[in-house]
């Protein structure tokens, strides 16, 4: 039937293809069943995925909660709004996702939970907001109802203002319905007194009317905070036990879909044997018959590549034959390949060399652009740090400032010129204090700036400076201030590095107690990081939970100690711009604290630009 090679090779390429299309038709049925199962697969993974996230993320979200009301972080307002919008954006993206009728049935309640979540939350840190501000009203209030009182001298009111002030702290301490009662019966005892007494004048009276005003809408804030709070914790409990619900119905889909793709998997791999056991059968047969007439053209195609492979691209096929013979036909389009490759390839060399060039420049240009972007992010964080820090603790002169006006202006058109003098003395009181608070803000400000450029200098000779800076205030607390010996040399700016030694030791001298060999010790040690400066004291000490706290902005462990709370911020930024970081070490109380910083290695080329 096949007499020539040709109608042979033809004949069982027909067979072979034949054998080919049926394995590679059932292989694509099974291959788009496998598609359709693996897609509705991912589409679970990622659903349940998803889901997974939400959890962690309301899990999350549940501790910067507390973390708010305990104001136990500064910045967890601001983590928990961020939570918040990224659980609204996967819940939002899970509605989008195709799945389960049992999952995305739930999602609309999980939504409404979530608004309700929030809703709640915003009110409980409302109500929260104003709470602090009426009790900053009722301080206010009872301050000037109690001043007005004493300025009466009349010692039969001293009792009742003894009583209210125990009833005041008691509220203040844990805010009771019983607690209110009784403020508002001292109050009308009070005025039945005074007015017995003829001592109730209008501005007295304005001022318990005020204080009892006050006290009931602090009372009604409580009352809504702790029946919003039983609400809030209801629809947490709610929308935990509903996510938690939908993520199992998420894992029971996603067995099931590994198990129906399991299937398929089994049953593509027996027929995807059997269609490979025909085809190399069928594919024997055509080398047994035409290996005679194509072993030798072949052998010459194999030739020029291997030649080409082990890097020889001179290589040409040279096989005589007819020219319409297909395997010549290939050799000698290999040849016409392998020149026009040849020239292809000088091309390519000369724009591979132009695009490395090009790519080295972007990477370059990437990698300052990074830098400039990480820079940017620091700055704009320790910005946000600092204007909160600076609005926060500038309130509180100025709301002095502003009660105090309000006084002054009743007492001059009243005419009492005693009264009128210690409110323009109160004013003045916190407008000088809000003039050092911007004074010392000014100063934290210019730290970031060198004022000279790093210089190699012995540390123990700056250490030493710095405790001639500081001798007097020393010697007025009997504190005896040693610099070990051995420090090494740092590059850095002299002044500002003595700068923040003499800021340690003030600080140092400040809290050493009732020390009877008050002793203060200025030191380094080796560690596999470099070395670590220290200033040491046996003075009051610090507990573990204050460690960090201490270096904030406007931070004093002890209200009562002189100055604004900006030594040790300003030491962690001197230390920062040198690329080093601070930290305290103290067992607590009674144990003495030890402030230990470090300093970056090569400090000619490694000083930090200004935060």
Same mark, same amino acid.
């Given at each position: 039937?096949?007499?020539?090679?040709?109608?042979?090779?033809?004949?069982?390429?027909?067979?072979?293809?034949?054998?080919?299309?049926?394995?590679?038709?059932?292989?694509?049925?099974?291959?788009?069943?496998?598609?359709?199962?693996?897609?509705?697969?991912?589409?679970?993974?990622?659903?349940?995925?998803?889901?997974?996230?939400?959890? +962690?993320?309301?899990?999350?979200?549940?501790?910067?909660?507390?973390?708010?009301?305990?104001?136990?972080?500064?910045?967890?307002?601001?983590?928990?709004?961020?939570?918040?919008?990224?659980?609204?954006?996967?819940?939002?993206?899970?509605?989008?996702?195709?799945?389960?009728?049992?999952?995305?049935?739930?999602?609309?309640?999980?939504?409404?939970?979530?608004?309700?979540?929030?809703?709640?939350?915003?009110?409980?840190?409302?109500? +929260?907001?104003?709470?602090?501000?009426?009790?900053?009203?009722?301080?206010?209030?009872?301050?000037?109802?109690?001043?007005?009182?004493?300025?009466?001298?009349?010692?039969?009111?001293?009792?009742?203002?003894?009583?209210?002030?125990?009833?005041?702290?008691?509220?203040?301490?844990?805010?009771?319905?019983?607690?209110?009662?009784?403020?508002?019966?001292?109050?009308?005892?009070?005025?039945?007194?005074?007015?017995?007494?003829?001592?109730? +004048?209008?501005?007295?009276?304005?001022?318990?009317?005020?204080?009892? @005003?006050?006290?009931?809408?602090?009372?009604?804030?409580?009352?809504?905070?702790?029946?919003?709070?039983?609400?809030?914790?209801?629809?947490?409990?709610?929308?935990? @036990?509903?996510?938690?619900?939908?993520?199992?119905?998420?894992?029971?889909?996603?067995?099931?879909?590994?198990?129906?793709?399991?299937?398929?998997?089994?049953?593509?791999?027996?027929?995807?044997?059997?269609?490979?056991?025909?085809?190399?059968?069928?594919?024997?047969?055509?080398?047994?018959?035409?290996?005679? +007439?194509?072993?030798?053209?072949?052998?010459?195609?194999?030739?020029?590549?291997?030649?080409? !492979?082990?890097?020889?691209?001179?290589?040409?096929?040279?096989?005589?034959?007819?020219?319409?013979?297909?395997?010549?036909?290939?050799?000698?389009?290999?040849?016409?390949?392998?020149?026009?490759?040849?020239?292809?390839?000088?091309?390519?060399?000369?724009?591979?060399?132009?695009?490395?060039?090009?790519?080295?420049?972007?990477?370059?240009?990437?990698?300052?652009?990074?830098?400039?972007?990480?820079?940017?992010?620091?700055?704009?964080?320790?910005?946000?740090?600092?204007?909160?820090?600076?609005?926060?603790?500038? !309130?509180?002169?100025?709301?002095?400032?502003?009660?105090? %006006?309000?006084?002054?202006?009743?007492?001059?058109?009243?005419?009492?010129?005693?009264?009128?003098?210690?409110?323009?003395?109160?004013?003045?009181?916190?407008?000088?204090?809000?003039?050092?608070?911007?004074?010392?803000?000014?100063?934290?400000?210019?730290?970031?700036?060198?004022?000279?450029?790093?210089?190699?200098?012995?540390?123990?000779?700056?250490?030493?400076?710095?405790?001639?800076?500081?001798?007097?205030?020393?010697?007025?607390?009997?504190?005896?201030?040693?610099? @070990?010996?051995?420090?090494?040399?740092?590059?850095?700016?002299?002044?500002?590095?003595?700068?923040?030694?003499?800021?340690?030791?003030?600080?140092?001298?400040?809290?050493?107690?009732?020390?009877?060999?008050?002793?203060?010790?200025?030191?380094?040690?080796?560690?596999?990081?470099?070395?670590?400066?220290?200033?040491?004291?046996?003075?009051?000490?610090?507990?573990?939970?204050?460690?960090?706290?201490?270096?904030?902005?406007?931070?004093?462990?002890?209200?009562?100690?002189?100055?604004?709370?900006?030594? %040790?911020?300003?030491?962690?930024?001197?230390?920062?711009?040198?690329?080093?970081?601070?930290?305290?070490?103290?067992?607590?109380?009674?144990?003495?604290?030890?402030?230990?910083?470090?300093?970056?290695?090569?400090?000619?080329?490694?000083?930090?630009?200004?935060?």
């Amino acid at each position: 039937m096949f007499r020539t090679i040709n109608q042979k090779f033809y004949g069982i390429l027909g067979l072979l293809a034949i054998l080919f299309s049926i394995g590679y038709a059932e292989m694509a049925y099974f291959l788009h069943k496998q598609s359709r199962v693996a897609a509705q697969g991912q589409r679970i993974v990622r659903v349940e995925r998803e889901i997974g996230t939400l959890l +962690n993320l309301f899990f999350e979200m549940r501790f910067w909660e507390r973390a708010v009301f305990t104001q136990e972080f500064s910045d967890a307002e601001q983590r928990f709004g961020t939570l918040m919008a990224q659980l609204k954006r996967h819940l939002a993206g899970l509605s989008d996702e195709p799945a389960d009728a049992a999952i995305t049935g739930r999602l609309g309640p999980a939504s409404e939970l979530l608004r309700r979540y929030e809703q709640d939350f915003n009110r409980l840190m409302q109500i +929260n907001t104003e709470h602090r501000l009426q009790r900053t009203r009722i301080d206010s209030s009872y301050q000037s109802l109690a001043s007005s009182i004493l300025s009466i001298r009349n010692p039969v009111f001293l009792k009742s203002l003894f009583v209210l002030t125990q009833f005041q702290m008691s509220y203040a301490d844990n805010p009771r319905a019983s607690d209110y009662r009784a403020l508002q019966v001292v109050i009308e005892s009070l005025k039945a007194k005074l007015k017995q007494a003829d001592a109730l +004048n209008e501005r007295l009276s304005g001022y318990l009317d005020g204080y009892g @005003a006050i006290l009931d809408e602090d009372i009604g804030l409580v009352g809504e905070f702790a029946s919003t709070s039983m609400r809030f914790n209801e629809t947490s409990e709610a929308l935990t @036990a509903l996510l938690s619900h939908i993520s199992g119905e998420a894992e029971k889909s996603l067995q099931t879909e590994f198990a129906r793709a399991e299937t398929l998997r089994e049953r593509l791999s027996v027929s995807f044997l059997a269609s490979m056991a025909a085809s190399l059968l069928t594919m024997l047969l055509v080398i047994t018959l035409l290996a005679r +007439n194509i072993l030798r053209p072949v052998r010459s195609v194999a030739r020029v590549i291997a030649d080409i !492979k082990s890097g020889s691209m001179a290589s040409r096929f040279d096989f005589p034959g007819d020219p319409k013979d297909d395997i010549v036909m290939l050799g000698v389009t290999l040849n016409d390949m392998l020149d026009t490759l040849d020239h292809k390839n000088r091309q390519l060399l000369g724009y591979q060399e132009a695009l490395e060039a090009k790519v080295r420049e972007l990477a370059l240009r990437e990698g300052e652009r990074e830098a400039l972007i990480e820079a940017l992010e620091v700055k704009n964080a320790e910005l946000e740090r600092f204007t909160y820090t600076v609005s926060h603790d500038l !309130k509180s002169p100025l709301i002095t400032i502003q009660g105090f %006006l309000g006084f002054l202006e009743k007492d001059a058109l009243g005419g009492d010129m005693a009264r009128v003098k210690e409110d323009c003395s109160r004013i003045r009181g916190a407008a000088h204090r809000m003039q050092e608070l911007l004074n010392d803000l000014l100063e934290l400000s210019r730290i970031g700036r060198l004022i000279n450029p790093p210089e190699r200098i012995p540390f123990e000779e700056i250490a030493r400076e710095a405790k001639e800076m500081v001798s007097g205030r020393m010697a007025e607390k009997n504190i005896r201030v040693e610099i @070990a010996g051995n420090l090494p040399i740092v590059c850095a700016d002299r002044q500002r590095l003595r700068e923040a030694l003499e800021n340690l030791l003030d600080n140092a001298g400040k809290y050493m107690g009732t020390q009877p060999a008050p002793r203060i010790e200025i030191g380094c040690r080796q560690t596999d990081d470099g070395p670590v400066f220290f200033v040491r004291d046996n003075g009051m000490g610090i507990d573990p939970p204050y460690h960090s706290k201490v270096f904030g902005l406007f931070e004093k462990l002890d209200p009562s100690a002189e100055g604004a709370g900006v030594g %040790l911020a300003i030491v962690k930024r001197i230390v920062e711009v040198h690329g080093g970081r601070v930290w305290v070490e103290s067992k607590g109380a009674g144990h003495g604290s030890s402030f230990c910083f470090t300093l970056q290695g090569d400090m000619d080329s490694n000083i930090r630009e200004p935060l």
